[in-house]
């Protein structure tokens, strides 16, 4: 493929990726009647009543302080129990280590739904029904799997003698864990982080059982625009937006370690 066929095929790759965000935006800035034209208007009158609508709603900032609180925590929870349960299984050999780590990716292969009831009944017995604790250890059940398994080829493909060589100065196992592996891995973590913190961010069903009408995070609060007899599709959009722009931000600040983590290991 020529060097001009790939860059004119890539950026048809890039506008197919951002027409929904396009969609989205025009969306925001329509009428009820326009949005719900059975032709798409693709030439209208733009407003602002949606957004205002939307910023002026205390809501939604409730929605997003939980969603940030839950995705968050969850995420640090997870790299905090993860980063050393990878760094074991890729770096000791013993018996069961291969079940072990199919059985953490398993996980994964679960169905939330499958998991939803036992989830339930244990918060209802417990009381976290309702709270930011019950859901957060909700989402590091759903993260792990991710932050172990990703992690643990990041391990992999660190040379046995960076470790050699902290045992020959003295350093134990958890000092060269520390201060030697963690530091060179540091772009696959941010990877990691990065993945773990959309996907509890992007969260539904879990929220919607477990978090209660105490706990909504953004995903039930979108879910709100949704009415019985109709669907605010100019509301719902801007709400989209403006809760989007923030993880957007975040995933462009930190986007070259997000490029470098994915990208480990591939060069060698």
């Known amino acids: 493929m020529t060097p001009l066929a790939r860059r004119l095929a890539l950026s048809a790759f890039a506008l197919w990726c951002m027409f929904p965000i396009y969609w989205l935006a025009m969306m ?60 074991v299984l890729a770096r000791y050999r013993f018996r069961a280590n291969a079940d072990y ?18 989830f339930f009944v244990m918060y209802v017995k417990t009381g976290l029904i309702g709270t930011h604790a019950g859901l957060i250890v909700a989402h590091v059940a759903i993260n792990l799997s991710i932050v172990v398994w990703l992690m643990k080829g990041f391990f992999e493909d660190l040379p046995g003698e960076l470790e050699e060589a902290a045992a020959i100065d003295g ?15 540091l772009p696959g973590i941010a990877a990691v982080a990065i993945l773990a913190f959309l996907f509890s961010w992007n969260e539904f069903l879990f ?57 480990m290991g591939a060069v060698k």
């Open 171 to 185: 350093a134990t196992y958890f000092q060269a864990f520390a201060h030697i592996c963690l530091p060179v891995v």
């Open 28 to 87: 925001s800035l329509k009428t009820q009647v326009d949005a719900m034209a059975r032709r798409p208007k693709f030439l209208f009158a733009p407003i602002l009543d949606n957004y205002l609508t939307v910023l002026s709603d205390p809501a939604i900032w409730t929605y997003f302080a939980n969603s940030a609180i839950v995705a968050l925590a969850s995420t640090a929870l997870a790299l905090l129990i993860g980063l050393p349960a990878a760094y």
């Open 101 to 118: 780590g199919f059985w953490i990716l398993t996980t994964r292969m679960t169905p939330p739904v499958a998991v939803l009831i036992p």
């Open 207 to 263: 929220a919607l059982v477990l978090g209660g009408n105490d706990v909504r995070t953004v995903p039930l609060g979108l879910y709100a625009f949704v009415g019985y007899q109709q669907v605010r599709w100019g509301e719902l959009s801007a709400a989209s937006i403006v809760l989007l722009v923030p993880v957007l931000l975040f995933v462009l600040i930190f986007q070259k370690q997000l490029i470098r983590g994915l990208t």
